[in-house]
Structures are given as C-alpha cells and as structure tokens.
C-alpha cells in the first residue's frame, strides 16, 4: 500500500509536471507558429530536461541517494 503522504507527493509532481509541460507546450506552439527559433528551443529542451529534474527530485525527497 502506499502511504497518504506519498500519495499527496506523488499528486503534488504529477500536476507540477502537467503545468510546467503545458506550459513548454505553448512556448513550443508559439515558437513554431512565430519565426522564432528561441521560443522552440526553450520549448524541446524543456520539456526533455523537465522530466529528467522531476524525477530526480523526487527521488530526492523519497530518500534515494543514500
């Protein structure tokens, strides 16, 4: 069973990656819509990078890296 306080952190990531990935999505949509390179960038290597941080934050958290 998982515990509730893992849950509610479990909870807590998954809508932070929602809204930062959104978030990166737009940027992405505008970059490609505008001519602006920067805006797309911003947008690929965020999204690549963000699920990367998240996970090793909550691994952090969960108590990895004894």
């Known amino acids: 069973m998982v515990k509730q306080g893992q849950t509610q952190i ?3 990531f998954g ?3 929602l809204l930062i990935g959104g978030i990166l ?3 992405w ?3 490609e819509a505008l001519p ?3 805006l ?3 947008g690929k290597w965020g999204l690549g990078i963000l699920i990367i941080a998240i996970e090793i934050i909550h691994t952090i958290i969960k108590g990895g890296f004894k």
Do not use: C, H, Q, W
Request: no cysteine.
């Open 10 to 12: 479990n909870l807590m």
């Open 15 to 17: 809508f932070t990656v």
């Open 25 to 27: 999505l737009v940027f």
């Open 29 to 31: 949509a505008f970059g």
């Open 36 to 38: 602006s390179i920067p």
């Open 40 to 42: 797309t960038a911003i």
